[in-house]
């Protein structure tokens, strides 16, 4: 869903409001001459520095050796989703002055501008600049104003934009003294990967940087913060400085905290491998795969999805299940014979669940009888058959978000919210043992770095990052998330750079989102906390036949090694290593058959099964 420029009912509002401001004299198409006490005021403005004295929002920001206009250095920043990589610092001004300000960019939709002159503030852009092209504007600061924030922006979904020699002249303002060093750091309630911290504001700061173990690992612009992608019950150290134009204060006294135990919550993962493989049995139909009695199924599989339950109408949340017909299926077994062997794989250790929706098995609890029904149903054939929980794989247009629901961690949308409930009363009625997996795509987990349902404006596909509110509000009960890294398209990563599906590098990149967390549509303020690696296997076609993204076993051992063990990474940095990541998850056991068990035979050598 790669968005190439901005929506055209934005594109001519832009267009009507630069003619506006051309009118006002907002833009100056010739500065006045600077005066001879005038001097360049911005820190850094060539970014021989890198990012010295700039704050990108998103991570959106990095200074690169080419293109540059002069020196050797340039900034390079990437709009995603709803954050427009917006890169800003804070200057020291005199009240009542006059500055111009003025950069050169390539790219399309660039915008250069000032916030906080108190007077007019004022912003000039190119639709389209393929070599470097020069923006310049020109402001006034107001009676009692001594700071302005000078700024470069793109525009929401296009490519990277470049910056370079950006100059702010006028006559420069009183000394800015350091920011006091911060007070009062503090560590909230942490979670088996992320920790909350709090400190008291720093007089005269505009920003501040968060330090674990002496390493700075995030900047905020508020006085909280949560640092994520930290491993289980492990002992930390963070602190915090504060930041202006003067540039940074010294580190604050460090706070401990340790993250909770791994093994904690998650549904019955201490009753799973160290490492799990996870497969999908057709059960209730028949394809060119064939048919697999369960009693066939090898001992490889420590997880078995039994696919699928469907509903019987799209809002019904009446779910069913039963036998593949004999007519369809002639090998098919007796129901006593597969509940027989469901037990005998039970006796083994495996874990048996029904699977819920599927490509055809659309499933929308949009009202609170929908979701009763959803939860006796589904109990019903849990008991029936002695299964030990639930796979949620809706997909299509089970989830989506309502206009106007923007908050992954308290959402409203009736089809979320009732889903979320019912999955809870599923979890109490079965307690600690009970298993809960998810098979969403990838355009409902990480396509939500970029996009989140309608968008600020409305237009987007709803059904980005739908997943998220799910996965977060039960990622204490969640045993396994195993996204599907297949029937996918090209998916930013964490590097702000597409990745494609069919090789280590997709599943790599896929998986470091999940395990490190992500700011929600680009927003700093909504940060989708990393899982445990423990609660995650990556999800693959066990075929060509099996569907789009096969993985060659060669590939699939070159993601496991980056993961687990920061190898054969290639040109992706993780942001962590994770020895403890679950396992494999695959469509399906019967493709898996067909192919001569390639994909279970490279998970038992990996792993030593």
């Known amino acids: 869903m790669e968005r190439t420029g901005p929506p055209a009912r934005i594109t001519g ?3 009507a409001f630069t003619a506006a401001l051309l009118a006002a004299g907002g833009l100056a198409a010739s500065a006045p001459s600077a005066a001879a006490a005038d001097a360049d005021l911005a820190r850094n403005g060539t970014f021989e520095a890198g990012l010295d004295g700039w704050s990108c929002t998103g991570g959106s920001g990095a200074a690169v050796s080419s293109p540059v206009h002069g020196g050797t250095s340039a900034l390079k920043a990437t709009p995603a989703g709803s954050d427009n990589a917006k890169c800003s610092q804070t200057v020291t001004v005199k009240p009542s002055s006059t500055y111009t300000l003025s950069t050169w960019v390539q790219g399309s939709y660039v915008y250069l501008g000032a916030d906080g002159t108190g007077t007019t503030d004022v912003s000039t852009w190119t639709q389209s600049a393929g070599s470097w ?4 504007t020109t402001f006034k600061t107001g009676a009692s104003t001594t700071s302005v924030s000078v700024y470069t922006h793109g525009w929401y979904g296009t490519p990277a934009y470049y910056a370079d020699d950006l100059t702010l002249v006028g006559p420069g303002g009183d000394p800015v003294a350091l920011p006091a060093v911060p007070a009062g750091l503090k560590a909230g309630t942490a979670t088996a990967s992320s920790v909350p911290l709090s400190w008291t504001a720093s007089a005269g700061a505009t920003g501040y940087n968060v330090y674990q173990g002496g390493t700075k690992v995030l900047s905020a612009t508020g006085t909280s913060a949560t640092v994520t992608g930290l491993a289980a019950s492990t002992a930390y150290s963070f602190q915090v400085t504060a930041t202006n134009a003067a540039g940074e204060s010294a580190k604050s006294a460090a706070v401990p905290a340790t993250t909770k135990a791994g093994s904690s919550g998650g549904g019955g993962n201490a009753d799973l491998p160290a490492h799990a493989l996870v497969g999908y049995l057709h059960s209730s139909f028949a394809n060119g795969s064939g048919y697999t009695r369960m009693a066939d199924v090898p001992d490889s599989w420590d997880v078995i999805d039994l696919a699928f339950g469907e509903p019987t109408s799209v809002t019904s949340g009446d779910i069913r299940f039963s036998l593949c017909p004999v007519a369809e299926c002639p090998n098919v077994e007796s129901a006593a014979e597969f509940k027989a062997a469901i037990k005998a794989k039970q006796a083994a250790g495996k874990k048996v669940l029904i699977s819920i929706g599927g490509q055809n098995g659309q499933v929308q609890l949009a009202t609170t009888a929908a979701r009763d029904t959803f939860v ?20 299509g247009h089970s989830l989506s978000l309502n206009t106007g629901d923007t908050d992954f961690r308290s959402p409203t949308t009736p089809v979320i919210v009732n889903l979320i409930s019912a999955v809870k009363t599923l979890k109490a009625k079965y307690g600690e043992k009970f298993v809960l997996t998810m098979a969403p795509e990838t355009f409902f987990v ?3 770095y970029q996009y989140y349902g309608s968008g600020p404006w409305g237009g987007q596909d709803p059904r980005a990052g739908a997943y998220l509110p799910v996965i977060h509000a039960l990622r204490d009960d969640l045993t396994l998330l195993h996204v599907q890294d297949y029937n996918s398209g090209s998916i930013m990563g964490l590097d702000n750079q597409y990745h494609s599906m069919g090789g280590a590098d997709f599943h790599i ?19 989708f906390p990393g899982l445990r690696p423990d609660q995650v296997s990556i999800g693959l076609p066990a075929s060509t036949q099996a569907g789009n993204g096969h993985t060659s076993p060669a590939e699939v051992t070159k993601a496991l090694n980056c993961l687990t063990k920061k190898t054969d990474c290639g040109s992706y940095a993780t942001h962590g290593t994770w020895s403890g990541l679950r396992g494999l998850m695959t469509w399906s056991i019967n493709w898996d058959r067909f192919n001569n068990w390639e994909f279970s035979k490279n998970f038992d050598a990996y792993f030593g099964g």
């Open 133 to 136: 092209k020069q923006l310049t």
């Open 509 to 527: 990149a896929m998986t470091d989102m999940l395990l490190t967390g992500f700011p929600v549509a680009g927003d700093q303020t909504k940060v």
């Open 376 to 395: 006796s149903s589904v109990s019903k054939i849990i008991d029936e058959y002695g299964l030990d929980g639930l796979d949620i794989d809706f997909e």
């Open 446 to 448: 990480q396509l939500g």
């Open 13 to 15: 509002l832009l267009a």
